[in-house]
């Protein structure tokens, strides 16, 4: 080997044109498949579909993801009403991709797809109360934040699991 050999190489190697690295993990892009939309022609919240993944965004931030997006449909579908109750305009749009697995999920309930996603929604609306304050309840009916409502003096209620050890 000649003594000019490595430098000829690195010359080489300098000239070439740089290629870019596979990456193993390089995400993929983000199918859209449902948006709200408001008056104002902005995106309030999406469903998109990454890879086998879908995704729900909410005001430009991913919130979650799940394996079926209709529960996140029906929860946008809530958020356009909720909207729209306080006088706000907004739509909901969304693909015909999605469209199909409500219907073929409706198809396996015997119900319509509208009625199915009115179903679902109404699941959202159950954790309001009837009178429409949007004060939330626990299971017995009262107000999830009743324990602000106790006297302060009271001692706190025990949480921790009982163990079966005795108390001091």
Known sequence: MSKQSKAKRDKRKKQA???????????QPVQNHAALVNEEGQVVAAIGLQGSEWLLAIGGQTMGNADNPVPMLAMLKHLANVQ?????KVTLEYSAALQQMIDDLAADEGQTADDYLAGLVSEFEGAEDADGTGEVRDADGAPADADADADPAAPAPDTAADDGAPRA
């Open 84 to 88: 729209e109750k306080e006088g706000r």
């Open 17 to 27: 044109p740089r290629r870019p690295f596979a990456r193993l993990n390089a995400q």
